[in-house]
C-alpha cells in the first residue's frame, strides 16, 4: 500500500546537502584509515587468511547488527540513531589512535574496533537509507543516490593516495586520530539537518511531531523483523534481487575484496601499485555515478541490475586473467563502475518500492543478508587463497557465477520487473 509522503515542507537541497555532507566527511576519515590499515596488514604480513580476518570482522557484525538497526530505524528518531553511531565510532577510534600512538601494536585491537565499527554502521545505514525519502522528493532519488554514490567514490579515489603518504609519513596512530575527527565533524553536520521523527497511525506515516496519540506502539523484534520478511517476500522482484546479490556477494565479491593480496602477489609490493588498483577501482566508481546521473537509469531497475550481474563474471575472470597492472587495472575500473550502478539501482527501488515506516526494517535485512554472505565467502577464500593460486580461484568463480545465472534464468525466465514510478511529481527545483 502507497504511504504519504513525508518529504519536509522546508528546503529539501539543505537538508540533503548537510546530511550527505556529514556521512561524507565521515567516509573521508574512515577509508583513509581503512585503506591505512588493510596495506599494513597486507604488507605486514602478506596472509589472505589474516586479510580476510579483517573484512570478517567488519561485514559480519555489520550484518548482524543491520537487523536490530533496522527496527530501531523505523521506531526511533533515525537522527539521533546517526547521530549516536557516529559519536561512538569517533571515540572507539580515538581509543585506538592513543592506544597505538603509545607504542602499542597489535592486531587484535585494529580486528575490535572493526569489528565495533561494523556494529556501528550496522545502525548507521538503514537510519541513512530510510531518511532520504523523507528528504528527497521521489523523483530525484536515483540522481541523488547515484550523485552520492559518485560523491562517495571520489572520496574512495583520493583515499587510497592519501593513505599511502600517510603510512610513509606518519605513525598509524595519526591516521585513526584523522578519523575520529572526521566522524565528530559528521556529528555536528547532521545535527544542523531538519529530520523529522516518525510514528505509524492507522492511515500511514507522519512526522511524529504532526502524529496524534499511539505513534510510538511497541512491538517485539520478532513480529517486526517478520513484517519485513513478508515485505519482502510480498515483492518478487525485490526477493530476486536479494537472492542474487546474496549469490554474488558470497562467491564474486570476495575475490574482489582480495584486490590488494593479488597485487602484491603477482604484480610488486611497491605502495604506488597498491594504490593504483584501488584508485582505478574508485575512479570507475564516479563514473558510474556520474553516468547514472545524467542517465537516470532504466525505468525497469531488474534489466539493469541483472546485465551488471552477468558483467561481474566476466570481469571477475578478467581479474584472474590479467597478465599486467595495466589490464588488471582497466578491469578494477569496469568492476568499479559497474558497482556503482548498481547500488544506486537497489537502494533507489528499494526506496521507490517499499513503503517509509517499513523501510528501515528491510534494508536492515537485505544488509543482514548481504553481510553474511560476504563473510562466509570470505571464511572460504582467505584461507584458500594461501595454498590455491588467486588467478585459478577468479576464474573458479566466474565459472560457477555464470552457471548460476543461467540456471536462475532457465527456471525464472525474465523475472518480475521493477518498475520506476510513472507518477508525474512537482518540479524539485533541479529540472529533474
Known sequence: MSLPSVVAPR???????????????????????????????????GSGAQYSLLIIASQLTMGIMAIFGGVWSDRYWRKLLIIGADGMTSLATLLLALYFLRGHDTLWMIVLLLAF?????????????????QLVPKRSLLRVNSLN???????????????????????????????????????????LVHLPRLGVTATGVVPLEDATGGASQVRSYGHEIGEALRTLRGHAALLR?????????????????????FIARYFGTEQWKLAAG?????????AGGLIMVAWGGMRNRMTLIMVIAVSWVVFAAGMGASPTLLVFCVDMVLWGASLSMLNASIITSAQEQIATGMLGRV??????????????????????????????????????????????????????PLLAPSVSLPSDGLGV
Do not use: H
Not at 29 to 36: F, K, L, M, N, R
Not at 117 to 133: E, H, I, Q
Not at 156 to 167: D, E, F, K, N, R
Open 117 to 133: 565499527r561494523g556494529l556501528m554502521s550496522g545502525v548507521r545505514n538503514p537510519a541513512v537509507t530510510s531518511s532520504l525519502p
Open 278 to 286: 584501488e584508485i582505478c577501482w574508485s575512479a570507475g566508481m564516479v
Open 149 to 191: 554514490s559518485a560523491a562517495q567514490s571520489v572520496i574512495s579515489l583520493g583515499s587510497p593516495a592519501i593513505a599511502a603518504v600517510l603510512l610513509t609519513a606518519v605513525p598509524l596512530g595519526l591516521i585513526f586520530l584523522v578519523d575520529a575527527i572526521t566522524s565528530a565533524l559528521a556529528v555536528g553536520l547532521i545535527l
Open 11 to 45: 528546503s529539501w537541497l539543505r537538508d540533503t546537502a548537510l546530511f550527505l555532507g556529514g556521512q561524507l566527511t565521515a567516509q573521508l576519515g574512515t577509508s583513509i584509515s581503512s585503506y591505512a590499515v588493510i596495506w599494513y596488514i597486507t604488507l605486514k604480513t
Open 241 to 261: 534481487v536479494t537472492i542474487v546479490m546474496a549469490f554474488m556477494v558470497c562467491v564474486v565479491v570476495p575475490v574482489a575484496q582480495m584486490t590488494p593480496v
Open 363 to 416: 534494508m536492515g535485512l537485505f544488509s543482514l543478508i548481504l553481510n553474511l554472505s560476504g563473510p562466509i565467502g570470505m571464511a572460504a577464500f582467505g584461507p584458500l587463497s594461501d595454498v590455491i593460486s588467486l588467478r585459478y580461484l577468479c576464474l573458479a568463480v566466474a565459472a560457477i557465477a555464470a552457471v548460476f545465472l543461467l540456471v536462475l534464468r532457465l527456471a525464472g525466465g525474465p523475472g518480475k
